[in-house]
């Protein structure tokens, strides 16, 4: 896809990065300005030090790396490498990609990643055969390290039961005031015993939990103890259960696919479809790591409707970290979705094709909200840990009761209450279509499709 | 199926959240003989029962408001250009570019997009009463005072003082237009017991049906503890004509005015100004501007039986009463005694934009949203602006380039650009070459001056950019731009 000064600047991570991007734009600051004709630009920009940052970008999604210090992303110098072929000024050299160039492709992820076959091909040229005898020591040691992993997971289930048996017997409405504590404390023992996962959400549930009025609270944590209750149960009870089901406990606890386990996976389900990114969120998580996630609704016919994609970037990197894609942009593509009985999760094994930004590209639900909730049921039925499920329903209207909004059928009876007033603009703005994150107390407002155009979450 | 039964769940429920002490969960209603052991599973089983509710509405939503404007809404392109202009680190809505939009979206009869509200919060909150209704709805959401429960729900003259302060405003604006003297009596009877900003409030509500009969009670409020209702009282005063209390004002100040005379015979040739002696130095400008700001240039004049031409001839010398009488040249719009005034101060021209019309604005807009109640008269008429801008801004006399905050007095006076013959005198003044041609020129000062610069203009100071350091007018060039698409049709 061609870069354009509206893309650079959505990928932009602040105003100030622009403005410093543009102090670059002098030709004679870049000793070297080189394309590839495959959708990468590279070049030398000089600044204070002796040698010139090397700077690669990819055309297609905008992807860029820089040997500077800079943490924001992408920096000035990506920026303003993107803004000289924007602008079309500058003179780029038609040349062979330089090893910089090759290593940086060789180590991305994504549509334009290089083909992994063809390094290890000649990787395995010049390297010597491996030893099998040093591969079956490997095989096995591999698997002692799973077998012990799964058993000190099952012991970590046992202690959680206990935990949950003493907060039962005291009774969950005490449970609040100390949940902090004992919240961060039980999360440390699971994550001891490798239930990383698992710790992740006892150790996240204080958080959500104060952020409910106080009569709510001892009902968020029987609901939150079940869902945990829950997975242990279907943790220990996997192989009698369906290989989705059991996908979805053993995630749910922390084992993890890599994105090449992922890509050779069987089971696990693909969709090749035209995608419309519906909404970006960034969040910081107890583990000094910022999870990115990229909302993704189908607009061609087919299942799965929606994904999610998952980043993690170390908190240290600041809020500044750009997603690579924004709301409102359409792409083909075909995605992996992680092994679940209600997929959501992907990663896009290939993307045919540019990422387009084109107001045809809408969001047209087919459901209305009694339907968007349905569909809800039948995936929380099917996956009882659900968190946060994606609703995309015509033929609503937000509306005001009090200080909250409500999302509402505009002819029926359902009614959402919205996490926040951050959809206070679209209060009278009449019918319109929404997508959302519903957690199943409170519905965050993302997306909408309205008669005064597109409305996205700021 | 007996195990799902929602009433047994709820009762499972309601027990685990009260503890087992208070009462076992219905295990054997639950999972019938082989109950033993089984609260974990009793805790699932209600929890995620529980996950499948739904939420129940409420029993009412409030009605829309729904706001008639008439404004068209922003292009595209201008949406897209406000945002990256008005938003982000370091936008203060308070800075030429944000107040040229906003300048600009009045004039134009524009309005920002309703869904950019919350981004553009800042800037719609500092200029609401420019940006039509829709956006004046938008920041006085959930603000509108409300009555107490204490409150009565009729106001009348036996209870209007136990109401809040709005509403105590609102009833005597009923009594003042039934009747004038009635309203003030109230007003004055309830004065000592009031606070600042509440006297304040009652005191502009006497603003309509002044007379003279209002003048005694004026006259007794110079001495109020509270400097705002002191200052509003005495700009009521001068309303009135024939006033006692402006002429003492005008002896006050007169008496201050040290005259020396010489020639044959003695003709007065230089006035010097006493101040006070607790005006800190620093504050003697603004002392005499503030001092003067009652009563017009021609009662001072004849004061002296002086021409006013003679005075300011004669206060030459003195810089603070050279700025008073410049002040009140530009409150009275008589542009070719201000031009004779601010040649002896050129680069004073800010001081005296701000005294004149820059705080009466403040003052004003806030109070009133001046777009709905008529062009207040300390701003200049359309015909008078281009005359008076000629008068203050002489850069042929500048030394040095303005600080860029003095750009904004300007640009409230304006309520726009520059007109074109003044802006292009700045464009070719040699403190502009001298700025564009330093290798750090200062960004600020680009970006208030191409927000001031008329649409005619806008292709010769981008042309004059693209000759300066490259960085520097970035963000003023982002002004350009967004001011561009604004006029577009």
């Known amino acids: 896809m061609p870069l354009t000064l509206a893309k650079i600047e959505e990928l932009a991570p602040d105003q100030a990065a622009l403005d410093a991007a543009r102090k670059l734009l002098r030709v004679q600051t870049w000793p070297l300005l080189a394309f590839d004709g495959a959708g990468f630009l590279w070049g030398e920009c000089q600044g204070s030090g002796a040698s010139p940052y090397r700077v690669v970008v990819c055309e297609d999604d905008g992807g860029a790396k820089c040997s500077c210090p800079s943490r924001k992303f992408p920096c000035k110098h990506g920026l303003a490498l993107m803004w000289l072929r924007a602008d079309g000024k500058a003179d780029f050299v038609n040349a062979a990609r330089p090893v910089f160039v090759e290593e940086w492709i060789g180590r991305r992820r994504g549509a334009s990643a290089a083909p992994k076959e063809e390094p290890r091909a000649s990787m395995a040229a010049e390297a010597p055969p491996p030893d099998p005898k040093d591969e079956v020591k490997a095989e096995a040691a591999r698997e002692r390290n799973r077998q012990a992993r799964e058993a000190s997971i099952l012991a970590g289930l046992d202690e959680l039961d206990r935990w949950l048996a003493d907060r039962i017997e005291a009774g969950l409405a005490a449970f609040p005031a100390t949940a902090a504590q004992k919240c961060e404390k039980f999360a440390r023992r699971l994550v001891d015993a490798k239930a990383g996962g698992l710790a992740a959400r006892i150790e996240q549930f204080p958080s959500g939990m104060l952020a409910l009025p106080e009569a709510l609270r001892a009902e968020f944590a029987l609901e939150a103890m079940a869902q945990w209750r829950l997975i242990a149960q279907a943790y220990r009870r996997r192989e009698e259960l369906p290989p989705l089901l059991a996908a979805d406990a053993r995630q749910a606890v922390g084992w993890t696919l890599t994105r090449e386990a992922l890509l050779a996976e069987p089971t696990a389900p693909r969709a090749k479809g035209r995608w419309l990114v519906v909404a970006t969120l960034s969040e910081a998580q107890p583990d000094r790591l910022r999870r990115l996630e990229t909302w993704l609704a189908r607009l061609d016919e087919g299942a799965p409707a929606f994904a999610v994609l998952m980043d993690f970037v170390p908190l240290a990197g600041g809020a500044s970290v750009g997603f690579g894609f924004s709301p409102g942009e359409s792409f083909e593509a075909e995605l992996v979705f992680h092994p679940s009985q209600a997929p959501l999760r992907a990663i896009v094994a290939a993307q045919n094709g540019a990422t387009l930004r084109d107001r045809s590209a809408a969001l047209a639900p087919r459901r209305d909200l009694s339907g968007a909730l349905d569909a809800y049921d039948d995936a929380l039925s099917l996956s009882p840990w659900l968190g946060a499920w994606p609703l995309a329903t015509r033929d609503v209207e937000v509306r005001g009761a009090g200080k909250a909004l409500w999302l509402c059928d505009a002819t029926g009876p359902e009614a959402l209450p919205l996490k926040d007033d951050a959809a206070a603009p679209l209060v009278g703005a009449g019918t319109i279509s929404m997508f959302g994150l519903w957690d199943g107390r409170r519905f965050a407002p993302a997306f909408a499709e309205t008669a005064l155009g597109r409305w996205v979450r700021p | 199926m007996t195990a799902l039964d929602p009433k047994l769940l709820e009762a499972a429920a309601a027990s685990l959240i009260a503890g087992r002490s208070r009462g076992a969960p219905p295990l054997d209603a639950l999972f019938g003989a082989a109950a033993e052991g089984r609260a974990l599973d009793a805790l699932a089983l209600a929890g995620q029962a529980r996950r499948f509710r739904r939420p129940a509405p409420p029993e009412t939503f409030d009605e829309a408001d729904l706001v008639e404007d ?386 005619a203009l806008r292709s010769q100071i981008r042309d004059q950019f693209s000759r300066a350091a490259p960085g520097y007018a970035a963000r003023a060039l982002l002004a350009l731009d967004c001011l561009d698409s604004l006029d577009a049709p």
């Open chain 2, 70 to 455: 008439a404004r068209a809404i922003v292009s595209d392109e201008a949406r897209g250009l406000m945002l990256r202009l008005l938003t982000g680190k370091g936008a203060d809505p308070q800075e030429a570019p944000a107040r040229a939009i906003a300048f600009a979206l009045e004039a134009k009869r524009l309005r920002p997009h309703p869904f950019d509200l919350p981004r553009l919060e800042a800037f719609v909150r500092a200029h609401a009463e420019l940006l039509g209704a829709t956006v004046l709805a938008w920041t006085t959401r959930g603000e509108e005072p409300r009555p107490s429960h204490f409150e009565p729900d009729a106001v009348d003259e036996s209870n209007w003082l136990t109401v809040a302060p709005f509403r105590q405003a609102q009833f005597i604006a009923r009594v003042r237009a039934r009747d004038p003297n009635l309203a003030r009596d109230m007003v004055a009877a309830a004065f000592p017991s009031l606070k600042a900003d509440a006297r304040a409030r009652l005191l502009e509500t006497l603003a309509a049906g002044l007379s003279e009969a209002d003048e005694p009670f004026l006259e007794s409020l110079a001495g109020d503890r509270a400097p705002k209702v002191k200052e509003l009282a005495a700009r009521l005063l001068t309303a009135l004509p024939g006033s006692e209390g402006l002429q003492k004002q005008i002896d006050d100040f007169a008496s201050r005015i040290k005259i020396s005379k010489a020639g044959i015979p003695l003709r007065p040739t230089a006035l010097e100004l006493e101040t006070p002696a607790d005006v800190p130095a620093h504050f003697v400008h603004l002392w005499a501007a503030a001092a003067m700001s009652p009563f017009p240039l021609d009662r001072l004049a004849a004061h002296f039986s002086m021409s006013i031409d003679e005075i300011c001839a004669a206060a030459k010398d003195d810089t603070p009463l050279l700025l008073a009488l410049a002040v009140g040249a530009m409150r009275e719009k008589r542009a070719e005694l201000l031009a004779g005034l601010i040649r002896q101060a050129p680069l004073s021209w800010h001081f005296v934009v701000e005294q004149a019309i820059e705080r009466n604005y403040e003052n004003f807009s806030r109070r009133f949203n001046w777009p709905f109640f008529g062009r207040p008269d300390f701003l200049c008429a359309p015909e008078e602006v281009e005359p008076m801008c000629a008068a203050l801004l002489q850069p042929e006399f500048w030394e040095m380039a303005p600080q860029p905050a003095a750009f904004r007095p300007l640009q409230t006076m304006l309520c726009g650009a520059l007109p074109e013959s003044v802006a292009r005198k700045l464009l070719e003044a040699k403190f502009w070459r001298e700025m564009l041609a330093k290798e750090e020129p200062d960004a600020l000062t680009l970006t208030a001056l191409a927000s001031l610069t008329p649409k």
